[in-house]
């Protein structure tokens, strides 16, 4: 007996983008905005149209958007509904509370703390409509976003959601903003723009999390798109600690971009875990502008069935005694591929440069996939450290032997070493119960691959 | 000191020379497919060959330039003479080479080293090889060490069974415009079991403004067998660019051991872009050991494909980049089959403006389990008017690779010229003996006469920069 087969998709490129926004769309949104704003974003729509999904050439061999079938998605196009709860106050704990169901905003609230030091916490329609002139100056800024990046200028483009928080200077949060966004309804597009902006001695910690919405698509559904941006200014002696717990459903292609301009003595440090998802293609650009600002970042991936992500770093030394530490740490399960790539750059002006990338993987199937290109374009020997190191390997032996001894069972013996080499995005969580959502999220994944990959009885 | 200087001065001197050399035969500048069929004709070569050039014509001219290094569109192929022979037959003996290129290779020093220790000699003189001397017990063990030319001739079944297997014409866009034109180059062909007890050594050289040389080798080493070649380039100094596209392509049956040792040192106008590879089949071990000095822009990555079990890789590259010139190299090692094994250390150093870049690719292919591999990459910039890059591509595939990858990037230790200068040393001196240092891992793996002029190789660069 011969099984019906599906009709076979057609081929596409693995660089071939299904997913189109509409220059309609963009312009139908020009009447309710102001005018720089539709400027902005013809400007974006303009290079979106017309640059490559990958213009850096040394990756261009490392794209593959095949598994995202986006050609019937469409972005939300009505505007957000205020939320009720707009003068509930934040969670207890929390400095500053934004949360987004799909296309709906659910909460935006700050801690009677935060409120007094003058924190702002708005959508982004809402801060154009209060403060227009630092709205302008957020959103227009073109240091904010790659602008040989496709996707991130297809999201400056077409944006239809967005969450501003500002920190005025001196202002010190001791405890940590929250924004949440839930999503992958399928059919739908959700692009959206984060603007963290500090003030001159300012510090705060932020917690990002990306979930399921009620409505998700799960797998054989129709996907769903979601675009984030993460855009970061730092003013001088500013500090900035970001959490990311990217927990999306399997239904949900996923476009991020991250950049950071780093002021003078100003200090970011990312702590990245990237779980979810069907297809994730992520971008950090980290920018150290001022003398002796640094970057930390610490990036996990835990993928499991044939998820796909496809991780770039860019980090660029400017100033004088800057320092950039980064590492990214990936564990496969099933047919996951992981594409690491990093690239460091020290400009001629970067004297006293510290600067380590560290790129390490751990194959736990034979059908996964590790592939880590972690560069360096240095201009400025005169460096403090200038250095890399890669390695893929599988679970070290003598650790489980090690563990066995003291009585653990292999199985178990595995899950703890696994989730031992993600630990250090855990343990960089600012907020407790964020912390322990993470890793009871990594413990639960590794069951599942675990179960699944166990022979039927 | 000053001794030292002379000497160095010297053998500058003795490498910036062009002789006027009357050409017996010599194609029209520009590259059509009539010159493809003059060349072949000239060599009345088989017809499989000239099939081959052809095809490989057509893909020259469909293949984009590579857009990923820069500087290539400055190459004029319209200015190149594709072919030249100097002389009209292939020397078997000293006597019988002409006494105009004889007065070259004396300048090279090439019957000095013959007296002393060379197993044969093949030497390039533009596009052909006229002259070669194979020594006795050499032919008496059945290896064979000639000509690329010669080869097809008397080994027409090897070459053919052979070329192009390794490095395709479609492999990239100099593969293809070599295998289109190509003239000279080496053919090895060691019998199985047979260990070669010399090395092997082959003088390359480019005489002739806008002389392009698509040199080609096929070194084919049957099962157990064991042989060292040795290639060593030097090349007179002109205004105008001239192109060298050579491929290399290194067949190693199972048990062979082949080690590959290359000391590049071109003139600073030559675009050096050349592809080598091997196959390395079971119990296997090949060795790529190669030095770039020279060139204004070079272009390569020995490539070691690792295709039968417990077959090792091991690659050692090491670059230089002074004033104006741009050392794109690095490795590939691509692990095809399980238990394989590699090794490539990279070591390069920047002055004067110059870029040095390394650029690798570790890829262990599924169903290459129990793979271990080591990537180690070391620069070091000389001034903060250099740059240095590393572009290193890690690729895996199986669950139980051993892999590791590290790469450093400095400059020379002030403390340690500090304390050289303290036992009496200049600051020059000091630097050049650093410089040799970390440069040594590939320095002890030549055998002695190359050593000592890798070194005086890397002096030169060193007082051309301070001195």
Known sequence: MTLARAPRAPRRAPTDLTFFLDEAQVESRAAAEPDWLTADRRAAFARYAALPIETNQLYTTYVDLRTADLADVRPW??????????????????????????????????????????????????????????????????????????????????????????????????????????????????????????????????????????????????????????????ARGADLRVASIQDLPEGTVAFQHRQA??????????????????????????????????????????????????????????????????????????????????????EPTAVGTDSFLGEFGMNLSKKARA??????????????????????????????????????????????????????????????????????????????GAAAAQPAA | MTATRDLVADRREQFAFHDDIVYLAETKRGLSRDTVEEISRFKAEPDWMLQSRLRAYDHFLKR?????????????FDRIVYYRKPSEREEKSWDDVPEQIKATFERLGIPEAERKFLAGVGAQYDSEVVYHSVREELQKIGVVFMGMDQGLKEHEDIVRKHFGTVVPAEDNKFSALNTAVWSGGSFVYVPKGVEVPLPLQAYFRINGENTGQFERTLIVVEEGAKVHYIEGCTAPIYATDSLHAAVVEVVALPGSKVRYTTIQNWSNDVYNLVTKRAHAYENSTVEWIDANTGSRKTVKFPSIYLRGENATADIISVAVAGKGQHQDTGAKAIHLAPNTKSRIVSKSVSKDGGRA???????????????????????????????????????????????????????????????????????????????????????????????????????????????
């Not at chain 1, 100033?319 to 047919?335: H, Y």
């Not at chain 1, 032997?401 to 250090?424: N, Q």
């Not at chain 2, 591509?393 to 990858?405: A, G, L, P, R, S």
Request: charged share 25%; proline share 4%.
């Open chain 1, 77 to 234: 196009d009505e505007p957000a509904a205020t939320p009720q709860s707009r003068e509930a106050p934040a969670p207890a704990g929390v400095a500053a509370f934004a949360s987004f169901t799909e296309s709906t905003i659910d909460a935006l609230a700050l801690s009677a703390e935060a409120r007094s030091a003058g924190v702002v916490l708005d959508s982004v329609d809402g801060l154009i409509g209060r403060d227009a002139r630092l709205a302008r100056r957020l959103l227009a800024d073109d240091r904010s976003l790659p602008l040989n990046d496709k996707l991130a200028q297809m999201t400056r483009a077409g944006w239809n959601r967005g969450v501003v928080v500002r920190v005025p200077a001196g202002v010190r949060l001791a405890e940590p903003i929250v924004i949440r966004w839930a999503v992958g309804q399928g059919g739908r597009a959700l692009l959206t723009r984060t603007i963290l902006d500090l003030g001159e001695g300012a510090a705060a910690s932020l917690v990002e999390e990306l979930e399921a919405s009620p409505g998700a698509a799960g797998r054989g559904e129709p996907q769903a798109l979601f675009t984030g941006s993460l855009e970061v200014h730092l």
């Open chain 1, 371 to 448: 592939v880590a290109i972690p560069s360096l374009e240095i201009d400025q020997p005169d460096c403090r450290r200038a250095a890399h190191s890669s390695s893929v390997g599988p679970i070290d032996e003598s650790q489980l032997f090690y563990l066995e001894t003291r009585g653990i069972l292999p199985e178990e013996a595995r899950k703890m070493i696994v989730l031992g080499f993600l630990e250090p995005v855990v343990a960089r969580v600012p907020l407790a119960s964020a912390q322990d959502r993470l890793r009871e999220l990594l413990a639960a994944k590794w069951d599942e």
């Open chain 2, 357 to 467: 870049t390394y650029r690798g690719h570790l890829k262990v292919s599924p169903g290459a389990t129990n793979v271990v591999a080591s990537v180690r990459c070391d620069a070091l910039m000389l001034d903060d008017h250099s740059r240095s890059d590393t572009y290193p591509y890690i690729d895996i595939q199986e669950d139980d690779t051993t892999m590791t990858h590290e790469a450093t990037v400095g400059k020379i230790s002030a403390d340690q010229v500090f304390y050289l200068m303290s036992r009496g040393l200049t600051e020059n001196e000091a630097q050049n003996l650093i410089v040799q240092g970390f440069l040594e891992v590939f320095t002890k793996e030549l055998p002695m006469e190359y050593a000592i002029e890798f070194n005086r190789l890397v002096k030169l660069e060193m007082e051309g920069s301070l001195g």
């Open chain 2, 64 to 76: 984009p330039m590579p857009t990923w290094t820069d500087g290539l569109d400055k190459i004029d």
């Open chain 1, 261 to 346: 301009e780093i002021g003078e003595g100003a200090s970011l440090h990312w702590a990245l875990a990237q779980l979810g998802a069907r297809l994730v293609r992520s971008r950090v650009d980290n920018r150290l502008v001022g003398d002796r600002s640094s970057v930390e970042q610490v990036e996990i991936v835990f993928g499991a069935e044939d998820q796909l992500f496809d991780l770039t770093s860019y980090t660029r030394h400017s100033g004088r005694d800057t320092t950039g530490i980064l590492l990214s740490k990936a564990a496969l399960m099933d047919a996951t591929r992981s594409y690491m790539k990093g690239l460091i750059v020290i």
